[in-house]
């Protein structure tokens, strides 16, 4: 998500309600495929982790033999580096994103195969010498050291703890302190650690998003259907229709994301 807020079709002057009818039908209907964040350019903004996942990603793939990336989504960031090992398949348990992936994926060379995002992953016993996963919603991490080949390379970017609260919030009410405190970056080390893996890098930023108009907000929670669960505009319409005077009136929604990256290896 990047740029300055732009014009929207719907900056008609019919008044307040007529925009947000407006923005909220045409974010209703616009595609929630895959894990393209494009169609927010102008709409939203979400600053990026230093670290550079992709490339990161990348730099690994090149020396890899065989890799694994878990829980693909649509296969854009796989698709992003410019060298794929000679052995290269990705999981994912979506059916329009496995389709998307497959059609952006197969023409590099790599397979993509439809699992249930649930133990045990579908490969043998030291299979990969190198994982990925960016932005896993469980990460299993005994069988991410099972399918991984001696001297052999986790690399992830995950979301951590009370990530994006403030617009969770927003709609559901304050969170529980156990909510709040899940996905803490030190209980991935030791779980990992539990899983024989050595913990190499472990890094965690917070980092500021800003929603421009409503259309924006209505979007992201249908493509990130795991921040409002159940998420409808028809449930929510009345927050909605708050929400979106509040940016009329005050700017830009500001929230922010937490992620870490953690990278950790299989021991020789």
Known sequence: MTGPPAPSPADAPDGSDA???????????????????SWFDGRATEQRPS??????MADRMAGARAALDI???????LASA???PPLTVATESWPPNIARATA???PRGAVVVADPDEPPLPFGDGA??????RHPVATWWAEIARVLAPGGTYLSQEVGPASMFELIEYFLGPQPAEARAARDPERARAAAEA?????????????RTEFFDIGAVVHFLRKVIWMIPGFTVEAYLSRLRSLHRKIESEGPFVAHSSR???EARKPG
């Open 51 to 56: 670290w550079g996942y992709a490339r990161a």
């Open 104 to 106: 952006l994926l197969h």
């Open 19 to 37: 925009r947000f009818d407006a923005l909220v039908a045409e974010a209703a209907t616009v595609s929630v495929d895959g894990w393209d964040f």
């Open 128 to 133: 990969f010498d190198l994982v990925v996963s």
């Open 260 to 262: 870490f990256l953690i």
């Open 71 to 77: 829980q693909t989504g649509g296969g854009e960031v």
């Open 195 to 207: 899983a024989g893996l050595d913990v190499l890098d472990l890094r965690a930023e917070r980092l």
């Open 82 to 84: 410019p060298v794929l």
